[in-house]
C-alpha cells in the first residue's frame, strides 16, 4: 500500500505525533495506571489538559484581555445557534454576509432569534468569491462572517473595519494564519477541521458583549455560564479537549501561527500554480480569493475527471472527490498536511497531463 | 504500582478491549493507512461505525419500532433543555420527580419553556431515598425522572404506571438491566458513566411525540433532524459514537443487559453486605432504593474517613472519595467493573475495620 495523504476537508489530517499521544492516552496517562478515557474530569490530569488547552489558544492567538476562551460541544452548527441566543434580541438586527453553505446555514438559524440583515453575497456566482465593498448596518448588534468556506474553496484575505463587533465561524482556517483578536467580537471553530478531531468547538469571546439580551438562555447554551465554569460546568468532551491541547502544543513546537501561515502560503501556491500552469485543469474561485486551506479546482474537460480521481486514488491521494456544490475535486490542505502530500498531488495530476496530451 | 481498581463516577471505567481498540483507531483505522480521528464522517467506514452503534442500542434494549435512536453531543445537560425545547410548549405543564441533583438541573432548564409540576421530593431528606405513591397529572407533557442519581446513590427499581409519556435520564444506569423501552417515550442518556465516553449523548425516543409544539426550534436542538439525519446533521463526535459502539459490542458479547444485570447485582449485593456488617460502615441510603451502581457509604466515625481514604488509595483504589453532597465515600461499579474490584475494595474495609477495632 502506498502512502496515504490525506486530503479529506474535514474530520482532517492530524499531525502524526497528536494520534500516537491519543493513542497512548487510550491506555495509559500521565503513569496512573488508567486510561484518560476513564478518568474523572475533575481529577487534577484532566484540569491540567484544560488548563493548558486553554492557555496555547491564548498564546498562539495573542487574546488579549477581556475575552475568555471555552471549549464546547455541538460543532460550529450549535454556534449558528448560540451566537444569535446569546447575542440578539427579539426585535433587534444582525448583519450576515453570505459566503456560502455554512454561512447560510448560520443565517437560517440567526432568523429564530431576531431580525438578519444579508449585506452581500456571491450565491449567484455559486459563491465563487467573497463580496467586497458592502457597508455594515451601524445599528446591528454584530456583522457574522465565514473566514474561509470550506466547500467552496474561498477564504477572507482581509477582514472588514467594521462599526460593530465582528463574529466570525473560523472553523476551517483557525491557527493557520495570525488574527487580531481584538478585532472580534466573537471567534468560533468546530476543532476538526485545523485543531484537532470532532467533538469539540472553540470560542473566544469579548465578555463585555454578553448579558445583554433579555430573553432567558437555556444553561448550556449560555456563553457567560460555561465561561464561569471554566467549560466545565458540565462533563466536557475530554479526549477531544486533549486532542485539540495536542495538536495545539504542535502548532507551537512548529513556530506558531506564523509558521503555520508561512507553510500554508507554500503549499497553496505549489498547488495553484499547477492549476494554472496544468492546461488540463482550472481552479473555481477568483484568484484574490482563494483559499490556502481548501483548493477547489476542476478540470477543463469534465469527462476526464473520473480517470483523474481514479489514478489520484491509486496514488494514495484520499479526500480529493469535490463536494457536490462545486463537483471536481477539493485539496484541503490543512497544518498538518506536509509538502510533500503537495508534491504527491502535483506529481499524478503532470503526469495524468502527460498521458491525456 | 498495585493494580488501580477504578471507582469513578465519571466519566468512568471502561471495557480494557474497548479502550484498546480506541487505542488502535487513533493510529489506524480499517486497513486504510489513516487514523479514524482523520477520517471523514461521510465515508463509509464511519457510517459503518454510526450504524452499528445505532443498531446495538436497539438490539440491547429492544428497541420497539416507532422509535428513533440518535447520538447528539451536550451530555444529558443539554438534554435537560431540549427535551422541553422539543416537547413542552408555552403554558403547558410537565411533571418532574425530584431525586437529586440531576433531576434538580432538569426541572431548572425546563421551566425556561413551560410550566414544571414537581410531584415529590426526597429533597428533605438529603435525597436518601426515592419518593413513592405520587400522582402522575394526567394533563403533563411528559413526566421526567432519572432512573439512578449518580450523587445520592438511589435507583428507582421500578417505574410507576404512568398516564403520560415518561421521559428518562438514565444516564449513569443504562445498559446495565433490561428496560421496557415501549413504557417510555423518551430516554436519554450521557456515554461517560456506562456505554463509553464524554462527548456524545444517546437519545431513544417515540416518533410521534415529535413535531408537536409550536416554537421555531433551532435545527441542532431539533429532535427531527437529528433523527432525519441519521446522527450526521453535522459532523458527530466520531471517536466518542465509535467507543461507544466497542463499549455496547462488549456488553453484547457479554451476553447482553440481563447478564450485566446479574453482574451488577453480584458486585452491589457483596459490597453493601460488608457495609452492612463491618461495624465501621454504613449505607447512606434507604435499602429497597439503593443503586446497582454507586455505592454511598459513610463511617460511624467520620474522624477515621481520612485514614481510610488514604488506605483505600495506596491499595490502588481510584475514585472513592464521596460527593461533596453527601460526603464519605461512593463506589461507582458500573458494567466494566470486574469482581475483583469488589473484593479489593471489600478486603482494604475488613483490614482497615480488624486495626480498627
Known amino acids: 500500500m502506498p502512502k496515504i495523504h490525506n486530503f479529506s476537508a474535514g474530520p482532517g489530517i492530524l499531525p502524526r505525533q497528536a494520534m500516537e499521544a491519543g493513542a497512548k492516552a487510550c491506555l495509559e496517562f500521565n503513569g496512573k495506571g488508567l486510561s484518560l478515557l476513564e478518568m474523572s474530569h475533575r481529577g487534577k490530569d484532566f484540569i491540567a489538559v484544560m488548563d493548558q488547552a486553554v492557555s496555547l489558544v491564548k498564546e498562539l492567538l495573542g487574546v488579549p484581555a477581556g475575552y475568555s476562551v471555552v471549549y464546547l460541544q455541538g460543532g460550529a452548527s450549535l454556534q449558528f445557534a448560540m451566537v444569535p441566543y446569546n447575542l440578539l434580541d427579539e426585535g433587534e438586527s444582525a448583519a450576515y454576509l453570505d459566503t456560502g453553505t455554512w454561512a447560510n446555514k448560520a443565517i437560517k438559524e440567526a432568523k429564530i432569534f431576531g431580525n438578519v440583515k444579508v449585506v452581500a453575497s456571491s450565491k449567484d456566482a455559486n459563491y465563487n468569491f467573497i463580496p467586497k465593498g458592502y457597508e455594515i448596518p451601524k445599528d446591528a ?165 473520473e480517470a483523474f480521481g481514479k489514478e489520484a486514488l491509486a496514488a494514495g491521494l484520499s479526500g480529493l472527490p469535490g463536494h457536490r456544490s462545486v463537483g471536481g475535486f477539493r485539496a484541503s490542505i490543512y497544518n498538518a498536511l506536509e509538502l510533500e502530500s503537495i508534491d504527491a498531488l502535483v506529481s499524478v495530476m503532470r503526469d495524468f497531463a502527460k498521458k491525456n496530451a
Open 141 to 305: 448588534k454584530y456583522f457574522h462572517v465565514t473566514s474561509n468556506n470550506t466547500i467552496f474553496g474561498t477564504q477572507m484575505q482581509h477582514f472588514p473595519e467594521s462599526p460593530v463587533p465582528v463574529v466570525a465561524d473560523m472553523s476551517s482556517d483557525i491557527f493557520s494564519r495570525p488574527v487580531d483578536v481584538s478585532k472580534f467580537g466573537l471567534i468560533y471553530a468546530g476543532a476538526q477541521k485545523n485543531m484537532g478531531i470532532a467533538g469539540t468547538t472553540l470560542v473566544i469571546v469579548r465578555d463585555d458583549l454578553l448579558g445583554k439580551v433579555k430573553r432567558k438562555i437555556p444553561s448550556m447554551l449560555d456563553y457567560k455560564i460555561h465561561i464561569a465554569e471554566g467549560s466545565m460546568y458540565n462533563t466536557p468532551p475530554v479526549f477531544a479537549v486533549y486532542m485539540a491541547m495536542e495538536t495545539l502544543k504542535w502548532v507551537k513546537q512548529m513556530g506558531g501561527v506564523s509558521a503555520m501561515q508561512k507553510r500554508a502560503e507554500e503549499k497553496a501556491q505549489r498547488l495553484y500554480k499547477e492549476i494554472d500552469e496544468n492546461p488540463l485543469f482550472k481552479g473555481t474561485t477568483a484568484k484574490e480569493d482563494r483559499s490556502r486551506m481548501n483548493v477547489t479546482f476542476v478540470m477543463e474537460k469534465p469527462e476526464l475527471e
